[in-house]
């Protein structure tokens, strides 16, 4: 019987534990421990983890290569807050805030080097593909962040570029891991492509729905609503929004934000005001459940399709924050 | 007959110039290219070559190696320079000032990452070990760089600890660049450790070198003398004079780079009139020869030595601006 969701946490939460550095330089290694026990769902080891399971692979054996995603997703947060000026990552001060920013760059580095020394412990006759997965799933994530910076100056974005931008900096990572995953369990270049597919899709669909609880989610649940909006960010809702307005309500979806007689309250309300009058979070609802569907249904395709397949599906239900 | 220095470099030159990287997004890749056209010795991949060449193996097969420590070397440069707020680097502005701190980060991310790439094609029996040792490089590396920094806000750095950074940010990569060499040329475990230990002499004999020159250069030869001393720098003979130093001469080693009413020449003028007093040129030099000879007499300790080992004879040689 493969394992639950649950239980391949739990697993990797242990293995995660005996994550062992230098203790000097301090500022050097320090930083790698403070992010790698900052919490967080683990969802790509996670991912990578249970796709080895389901395949029929060894779980223990994939331990090293689920340590290089987990570490490589970290690194990529480390720097992002540098790029972002951000002061907080899941409650606590950044690496960035708390050390300042040489120390982010070279931390975020050793960690980096630190993710392919796991890496480099992955099954020796596999080694070469896993590492080729993972520089192209690596680069992908870079090349996402670039857009994403990008289109902070740029005034047309289409939801074509949009949804390419987020499948490299979101999707990418998943669907990574669940093919690095496969590789490692032996499974045949069909099953490859589709369980990539799966992760592709999966990843989309939860992007979008972040992006739409930044203005719609339940602020009884914690969630800060507006946050993106009041940055003036780029989101699947304001991207649509811009796509579907007139020059007028263009005008208020790009200046809205920079208003500076305006409340932030009233500055998310104006923007939302023009979400509905547009039809955007409808839109947006469609996208995250096409995506959705088509991430499971990709799976009933798989040649282990059947018992084999609930885990990955219940890691889908979860991560969407979904039942059934 | 075994390759000379400069055939050497110039089919790694071949190789390079053949280096690509996806068109978009540009502010990730441009920074990469524009970093790796911009000169320098290549002195790592040559190193890592001429030492296949030695040991007999394939210096076509090894080309993938030596191309990712010459990435990871301009990665190197391209972060610290970051660090460092430098704003040239090769006589060309540096992609921090070109293109602003955050391309510099995720560029050079990409570009360790792509580093990576590169390596990932070396023979595959033996690309396990090869990770290995090039991991474990990198971190010594990064190490070096956080001593480094360490040591600007500290009081008191011991000569032992001074060459120990020195070993990390300097040696490393041309240790780690020989070893991966012998290892891809199949050498024995002995020749292994010998040459490792041939690299990190003449690193530290290079590095050394360069402290000395900084105070002792010729202008003449385009040198632009006391950078160091105007930055403050720990350097070989700051640190061996400030051991030396009674507790006013200490006082004038540490604040005269700070002080306000003297011009640049007058700032140098005093520190080297304190160098010379305390006669740290004549150790610098002692150091110098004993590392630079101690290079050269584990070559001839290797199984190939003889004519196989001429040619890296020559590369230590060149290193040090030494016609023999």
């Not at 239980?7 to 000097?24: C, G, H, Y």
């Not at 080729?132 to 962040?145: K, Y």
């Not at 999707?171 to 093919?179: P, V």
Request: proline share 2%; glycine share 6%; aromatic share 6%.
């Amino acid at each position: 019987m493969a394992h639950t969701n649950d239980e391949i946490l739990q697993v990797f939460e242990s293995a995660l534990s005996r994550l062992q550095t230098p203790e000097e330089p301090e500022l050097l290694y320090a930083p790698i421990i403070y992010s790698m026990s900052g919490g967080g769902k683990r969802l790509r080891p996670v991912l990578l983890l249970l796709t080895v399971d389901a395949f029929g692979g060894s779980v223990d054996r994939a331990m090293p290569a689920a340590m290089a995603v987990e570490l490589f997703h970290n690194f990529t947060l480390l720097h992002d807050d540098i790029m972002d000026n951000a002061a907080m990552r899941r409650g606590k001060p950044s690496v960035y805030a708390k050390w300042g920013g040489n120390v982010a760059i070279l931390s975020g580095d050793a960690m980096l080097i630190t993710a392919y020394k796991y890496l480099a412990d992955a099954d020796a006759d596999k080694l070469p593909r896993v590492m080729q997965l993972f520089n192209n799933m690596a680069l992908e994530v870079c090349e996402g962040q670039q857009y994403d910076m990008d289109f902070e100056q740029k005034e047309e974005v289409s939801v074509e570029d949009y949804i390419q931008m987020i499948e490299r900096k979101t999707s990418a990572l998943l669907s990574g891991s669940a093919l690095i995953g496969a590789t490692l369990a032996g499974a045949s270049e069909d099953d490859n492509r589709k369980i990539y597919r799966f992760a592709t899709e999966l990843g989309l669909a939860f992007q979008l729905q972040d992006d739409m609880l930044d203005s719609y989610g339940d602020e009884a649940l914690g969630k800060k609503i507006g946050g993106d909006i009041l940055e003036g960010k780029q989101t699947y809702l304001m991207v649509q929004a811009l796509n579907r307005a007139n020059a007028e309500e263009r005008e208020a979806l790009r200046t809205t934000h920079l208003r500076k007689e305006l409340t932030d309250a009233e500055k998310i309300a104006t923007v939302k005001a023009l979400y509905d009058k547009l039809d955007v979070k409808h839109a947006a609802e469609q996208q995250i459940e096409l995506r959705f569907e088509r991430a499971l249904s990709v799976l009933d395709t798989l040649s282990i399709a059947g018992e084999r397949t609930l885990h990955l599906a219940e890691f889908a239900r979860n991560l969407m924050g979904r039942k059934r």
